[in-house]
């Protein structure tokens, strides 16, 4: 199956997503927030998006979403591929 991304985007979040947003491994995230980062990509519109990259520049910001706390960020890319 040859699958065509239709759209790319990048978007900053908590670096210590990574492992979730990429590989589906949960057992870096504490309780509760898997739901966060879900409910995070809803609200992003990315819900429907696969994450293809993480960026290596990663530094600390305030984020500019009201419910993440100050950390370390890095860009995350993501791919839209329809449906």
Known sequence: M???????TEVR????????????D???LEGGEEDQVRETLEY?????????????????????LPDLLGGDYC????HYYGN
Not at 2 to 8: G, Q
Not at 51 to 58: H, L, Q, T
Request: charged content about 20%; glycine content about 2%.
């Open 2 to 8: 040859n699958m065509t991304c239709n759209d790319v």
């Open 13 to 24: 979040l908590p670096i210590y997503w990574a492992s979730y947003l990429v590989n589906d």
């Open 26 to 28: 949960a057992s870096g």
């Open 75 to 78: 860009t995350y890319v993501f």
């Open 44 to 64: 992003l519109e990315l819900d429907k998006w696969i994450c293809v990259d993480v960026k290596d520049d990663i530094s600390f910001e305030y984020p500019f």
